[in-house]
C-alpha cells in the first residue's frame, strides 16, 4: 500500500487492540488486492442514539476507483459489538473488492481472445 492505514476514533477512546485488529485485516486484505493504494478505517459511537451501536466506515481506494462501505446501526448492520462491526465491514469490503476484480480480470481475458462465451 501507498499510504499508511488511517485509523480514526470519534466518540470512542482509542484502543490499540482495536486498531491492531484492523491493520491485520487489511494486511490480510492486501493479500488479495495487491493494488490498493490507501485504507482509512473510521470508528464512531454516536452519543444520540439509544442503542449502543457502533458504526464503521470503511474507505479503499486503488487505481481508477474508490470504494466504502459503511456499517451503520439499525436494520441488518446494528453492531453493539464493536468487533463484528469491523468484521463485517471488512467482509463487504472484500465482496467490492472481489468483484471488482472479477471484472477486471474477465475483460483481460476477453481481450486476449480467451474468453469462453
Known sequence: M?????????????????EE?????????????????????????????????????????VPGSDFAVSGNPGGRNNHADINIAIRDTFKAMEKQLATRKHKFASRRHTALGTSEE
Do not use: G, W
Open 2 to 18: 501507498q499510504v499508511p492505514v488511517e485509523v480514526t476514533f470519534s466518540n470512542i477512546d482509542k484502543s490499540d487492540a482495536v
Open 21 to 61: 485488529l484492523i491493520r491485520s485485516k487489511v494486511k490480510k486484505m492486501e493479500k488479495s488486492y495487491h493494488d490498493i493504494t490507501s485504507c482509512h478505517v473510521y470508528l464512531d459511537k454516536p452519543h444520540k442514539r439509544k442503542d449502543q451501536s457502533f458504526e464503521v466506515r470503511l474507505e479503499v481506494r
